[in-house]
């Protein structure tokens, strides 16, 4: 079992940044593949980036592209989302997962443990 908690969440205005941070408890954190996901409210739960067990790889959507950056460390047994240049459309809760991988995945349907999330807002 593992248990992730998020954190760093609240209300920015756009432009801002915000830095989540997930920690993870229970099991062996280096050998997990760590997703961000996030959903807005009336939608379906969407893919936002994923690093691998090592952080050596990271893949994110199209929308985080080039304002998002996800990093992690293992010593800490925490991984990060920085999010730059924070948009409405950005608002939502953002969660963080853990897949029994060692590659990046963004499938959602692979990820075993979820946090509660974070809600982050962005005014306009």
């Known amino acids: ?6 954190s760093g ?6 432009g801002g940044s915000l830095r989540l941070s ?6 062996s954190f280096a050998r997990f593949t760590m997703g961000w996901f996030r959903q807005a409210p ?4 969407e893919f936002v980036g994923t690093i691998n067990s090592s ?3 990271t893949s994110y959507a199209d929308s985080a ?3 998002f950056t996800i990093s ?3 010593a800490k047994d925490t991984v990060y989302l920085q999010m730059n240049s924070l948009v409405p459309e950005d608002t939502a809760v953002y969660y963080c997962a853990a ?5 990046v995945i963004t499938s959602r349907d692979r990820y075993l443990w979820w946090g509660q999330g974070t809600q982050v807002t962005v005014s306009s």
């Open 9 to 14: 969440g609240g209300l920015v205005q756009a």
């Open 65 to 67: 592209k080039g304002r």
């Open 99 to 103: 897949a029994n991988s060692l590659v």
């Open 42 to 45: 009336g939608k379906e739960r």
């Open 72 to 74: 992690r460390d293992n």
């Open 22 to 27: 997930c920690a993870a408890s229970g099991r």
């Open 55 to 57: 952080g050596s790889r």
């Open 1 to 6: 079992q593992v248990q992730l908690v998020e």
